[in-house]
Structure formats: C-alpha cells, structure tokens
C-alpha cells in the first residue's frame, strides 16, 4: 500500500460473508469503481476499497462478533449508505435491478428535490441513491413550511398494491407466536428442521405448517447441504423485513412531520 493513500474525509465499510463476490457485483450493479484490492495466501479477500465520485467505500469480510453482514442478522441493518448520482437515477436503479438488486424503493421525487430510490444488495445491505431534479429553497422544505398534507410523499401514505400484498404477508407470518420465536432463532443462525422442532417443543407437522408459512411469505428460504439432499436447512432470507422496515420508518416520519407541523401551527397562532 505504498503507493496509495487516502485523503482527508469520511469513508464508509460494510462487511459481507463473501466479500470477494459483493466487490465484483457492486462493480456490475451500481457501478463502483475499483480502487486497491488485496488478498491473502488462500487468494480470499483481505480488504479492498471502491470509489464513487469523491467518496470511498470498504469492502471487507466479517472479521468479528461485532462486525456482521445483514445476512446473518436476519437481514437486520445498522446502517444505510447514501449515494448521490449526476447521471440518470432511473437509468441506475434498472441496471441494479437488471444485476438481481431487491427494489426496496421505486425510484419518485421527494419534496426537497431529490429522485431517489433503495435497493437492497444480495446480502441484505440496504443503498440509497439520490439525484437532485430540482432545487428547492430552504424555507420551502422548513417543516412549518409545507402544507399539511405533503408531510410525506404520496407512497409512504398509501403503499402501492405490491407493497401493500407484501406488507400483508409479512405481518399475517408474524402474528403467529410460533413463527415468531422460529424467527428468533434463526436470526442466531440457520438451523435444520430438527432442532427447531427441539427448541420450540413442537411435534414435526405443527413446525412443518409454520415453516410452510414463513416461506410463502418470503421471510425463510430453505436449502439442502451438499452432503445429504434429505436434510433440510433453514435461514432468514436476506432483505425479507424491508418492505416492512420502509413501512414502519415512512410511518414513523410521516407522524413526525404531522407533529411538526402541528406545532409549528400552534406556535405561529400564539
């Protein structure tokens, strides 16, 4: 690394369970640009740095209990990563589409001028991109500002059919106790169908039929080690929760700007 130095600013590192296939594949999808790449004796990625515009991402592997993909957390995020384009945006989320990224988000116009979109990465990693369309004052967005009713865009108050049959789903899934705690589990690590049926004392048709129902909601995906097609494996799918998570935070600020807005209004009749 002699010959290579970073400069003053910030940097973001997401971690991956296989770092070496989310390096290429954030090349192909949102078109990051290789920066240094370094691998060790068993030719596995070490660490590796990509680059957007000005900015620097960290491509790295899980290297302890505290640094996890979103894929072995149930597709649970602590972070977002936010990336401004200057090129087209709708242009970008179908070549992200197109390389098997989850369209969390449509790209839509937001009230502060922004077009933005989310995609969800094939680990669960959850991207937002943003192109400004058009400039707005900055006593325009103030939140005392706006009219009552453009508090949220349009979608976060009505999810659109997919959204809401998605939504459906997920929460018709974990209404069940049950399923819940097989969730629970699973979000510790993936298990086979013997030892759910184990830790929630469950006789193997009961945990059959919750299994059956987590898949069908897209919440469990179920696969087969190479040693034995007959055993039967279970995980979180990656991204499942993040029509949910939109959900829940969308609603959660759409009740913050109400409130906002509310007082502002209160204060401005004072």
């Known amino acids: 690394m002699a010959d290579y130095s970073r400069p003053a600013g910030l940097a973001s590192a997401v971690c991956y369970q296989d770092a070496k296939a989310a390096f290429e594949w954030l090349e192909q999808a ?8 370094l691998l060790d004796e068993q030719g596995n990625l070490a660490h590796s740095e990509m680059k957007f515009g000005a900015s620097t991402i960290m491509i790295g592997n899980e290297w302890s209990a505290m640094h996890k993909s979103p894929k072995s957390l149930g597709g649970l ?3 977002t990563v936010h990336v401004q384009l200057e090129t087209d945006i709708d242009l970008h989320c ?9 369209i969390a988000q449509e790209p839509e116009t937001q009230f502060y001028g922004d077009r933005t979109y989310r995609a969800v990465d094939p680990e669960g990693h959850i991207w937002t991109f943003g192109q400004t369309v058009k400039e707005v004052s900055r006593r325009r967005v103030g939140q005392g500002d706006r009219p009552h009713h453009e508090a949220l865009p349009l979608s976060a108050r009505a999810p659109s059919p ?17 399923r819940r ?9 993936p298990r086979r169908a013997g030892e759910l049926a184990d830790a929630l004392d469950l006789a193997a048709p009961a945990l059959s039929r919750h299994l059956r129902a987590l898949k069908q909601s897209g919440l469990v995906e179920e696969s087969h080690p190479d040693f034995d097609a007959r055993v039967r494996i279970y995980a979180l799918k990656a991204g ?9 935070d969308e609603t959660e600020r759409m009740w913050a700007d109400q409130l906002s807005a509310f007082k502002a209004h209160v204060e401005k009749r004072k």
Request: proline share 4%.
């Open 240 to 248: 499942a929760m993040s029509e949910l998570k939109t959900w829940v």
């Open 162 to 178: 997919r959204r809401a049959k998605a939504l459906d789903a997920t929460l018709a899934a974990l209404a069940d106790p049950q």
């Open 77 to 79: 995020n602590t972070q």
């Open 181 to 189: 705690r097989v969730i629970d589990l699973l979000r510790e690590r």
């Open 30 to 37: 949102f078109g990051f640009e290789p920066l240094m790449l």
């Open 94 to 102: 179908e070549r992200a589409r197109n390389a098997g990224a989850v």
